[in-house]
């Protein structure tokens, strides 16, 4: 077994079945800040996605688009958190 057939026969659904359970959370979360997490979590297992298809498919080219992603998950959760604290210190 090559390491192409491991990610696609193996990975590949555990990442597609967390996808499900992140995507139960976003539409069930009870707050907007478990919203917030389960949309970082989803993009964050979105990149992991992107990079295991670059894997099998031999192509480098999209882990640039993984890494800008990456960067804005990153940007929008430290926004979101900004936000939430200047709500919770101007009540």
Do not use: H, W
């Not at 192509?59 to 640039?64: E, G, I, M, S, T």
């Amino acid at each position: 077994m090559t390491v192409e057939d491991y990610i696609a026969y193996i990975v590949m659904p555990i990442i597609c079945l967390a996808i499900f359970f992140i995507m139960l959370r976003f539409i069930k979360g009870p707050q907007v800040v478990d919203r917030v997490v389960a949309l970082d979590l989803l993009i964050t297992v979105g990149v992991a996605f992107i990079t295991l298809f670059s894997i099998i498919v031999n192509n480098p080219l999209f882990l640039d688009e993984a890494m800008i992603l990456a960067l804005i998950a990153f940007l929008s959760t430290v926004a979101f958190s900004f936000y939430i604290f200047k709500r919770k210190r101007d009540e």
